[in-house]
């Protein structure tokens, strides 16, 4: 069996969860599901990254301990995707004993290896990032991310050596045009890779930072925070043992935003290659949502939270959403209205009033029974059967880019042409005339199947809509995936409609 493992980054505890975390995890869920689909094995990891300077800053500004503020947050986390329905398979705290051990482990071996000196460094240092930054990255003297000016500090620290596996990286990212994804991430990194690559400083003394993981070869300094929570891609899947290590791990695939495209891309393949551990499948990469007031914040009031957005929209009309809206890899712009829009026109008139017409047709007109297909089917059928079967196609080719918007947008475009069936077949006139009655059990047989493709095809995206179709097709999982014409039998009863997607009200709408 084919298998994949993905992972989300780590969320630090320093923030609740919001729409940017909501985005990976869902788009992490949406290709686990996927890649079910289709026979994969697949496993999920996410979880959340405790240690370093920000948090013990948040924990001390609530009054608490880091561990104290950490497991509320982390609790936190793992309660919001439980609510969202993200079916992760393993939650990792980097607090979590096995993963401390599993870092000092492999720390002890790239030192052993004599891949880890004892050296002094002076720069530029970012409190809020936790890291030195150069000159040159700096905008107008100031952390790109921060807006503040950095401070120039000076000590003795210990340096993992990442110049040593500049070219040999470099070469991976050539040999491999799919590792880094899309394109845009992977030249980002390799015009980087262009300059000259520094050592990396992996420790923090112990009297500027105790909220971390003891370095095992001197005790009086911590893992510098990246060094400790890229490991936990690996740790993960050592904690939960037998051959998930050996099979799991080389068809990993990262997924995170641009903003911690740098440890991803540049620190953790060498550290793998220091470790003698393979390199990751893929990095995907995408881009960052953006308020229409600029980024969010919580200053700005304007923070997207996610059980909100379940509470008030639905979590499949927000994942819909989420991942119809975003090209993955550029940037997305959200705001309510976008959002009321797209829920209003693709799922509310266009997939829900598709559903309730053809099973309010059959109830109407059959009292939800089946009908039989002809033995020779009329060329509109055959369209009909067509078109699905190359959205089909579409969106596995989409899918296999990470295309999300791209999929939906193929299954949509059928749905459209099934409007578009409807209208040229108009089984609602054809009934008046009694000899057409089998034609109109025939067509509505046809547009049953729509909706059972539908089921299929949409369930990694809306898992609880496909579940709601199935449901009212009154089918199980196993006539998902039978061919077009064969999945209902003879006399198969078909249930009456429901409201799947409420049409939203607002001011402007109305
Ligand atoms: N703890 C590190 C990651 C360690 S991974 C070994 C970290 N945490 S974070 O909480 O800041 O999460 C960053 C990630 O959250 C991004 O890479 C992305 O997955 C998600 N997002 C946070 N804000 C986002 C947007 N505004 N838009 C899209 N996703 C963003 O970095």
Known sequence: MERVYITTPLYYVNAEPHLGHTYTAVVADALKRYFQSIGYEAFLLTGTDEHGDKIAQAAAAAGSTPKEYADRISDLFRSTWDACGIAYDHFLRTTDTYHQEYVQKILQKIYDAGEIYFGEYGGLYCYGCERFYTEKELLDGKCPDHQVAPDYISEKNY???????????IKEIQ???NLIRPERYRAEVLAFLREPLEDLCISRP?????????LPFDGKYV????????LNYVSALN???GDSLQNLWPKAQHLIAKDILKPHAIYWPTMLMAAGLPLYDHLNVHGYWVMDSGKMSKSLGNVVRPLEMKARF????????LLREMAFGQDAKFSEEALVTRINADLANNLGNLVSRVLAMQQKYFAGVVQPLASEWAREDLELSAKFAQAEIDLNSYMADLQFHRALESVWSALDYANRYIVQTAPFTLIKD???QTRVGEVLHHLLEVVRTLARVLAPFMPDSAAELRGLLNIDLSVLTSRWGEAFSAGHKVNPPKVLFPRIETDTNK
């Open 159 to 169: 340096f993992f050596r990442m110049s040593k596996y500049q070219e040999r990286l």
């Open 175 to 177: 040999n491999k045009p």
């Open 206 to 214: 112990i009297n500027r930072l105790q909220w971390g993981i003891p």
């Open 223 to 230: 893992t510098y925070v990246w060094f400790d929570a890229l």
């Open 239 to 241: 904690y939960r043992g």
């Open 314 to 321: 639905g979590m499949d009309a927000f994942r819909y959403f």
């Open 434 to 436: 009694l000899g057409k």
